[in-house]
Nanobody, 122 residues
Framework: QVQLVESGGGLVQAGGSLRLSCAAS????????MGWFRQAPGKEREFVAA????????NYADSMKGRFTIARDNAKNTVYLQMNSLNPEDTAAYYC???????????????WGQGTQVTVSS
């Protein structure tokens, strides 16, 4: 069982940056692939980024490449999402999730946080 708690969301102007954090409980954090997803009102949940258990490999949705960076610190049981050059289309609830396989599909992630809201004003 892994419990995930996101933080770091908020209101930011277009062009600004935010850093999301996701703290995991338990001693098995390094056993999981970690991902970030987002969901805007009226839209389906979409993949943002994923990172392997060691942090050596990352994957991003095309629209996030070059703007977002996922990282993890297994000693702190935490995964991060650095978001730069934000635009209003990035407004959404952002969720971190844990999986036991390498995937960009939400259905493969078995543990989810409650989400943190990111709002980008124009």
């Amino acid at each position: 069982q892994v419990q995930l708690v996101e933080s770091g969301g908020g209101l930011v102007q277009a062009g600004g940056s935010l850093r999301l954090s996701c703290a995991a409980s338990g001693r098995t954090f390094s056993s999981y692939f970690m991902g970030w997803f987002r969901q805007a009102p009226g839209k389906e949940r979409e993949f943002v980024a994923a990172i392997t258990r060691s942090g050596g490999i990352t994957n991003y949705a095309d629209s996030m490449k070059g703007r977002f960076t996922i990282a993890r610190d297994n000693a702190k049981n935490t995964v991060y999402l650095q978001m730069n050059s934000l635009n209003p289309e990035d407004t959404a609830a952002y969720y971190c999730a844990a999986a036991i396989r390498w995937s960009s599909g939400a259905n493969d992630y078995i543990y989810w946080g409650q989400g943190t809201q990111v709002t980008v004003s124009s």
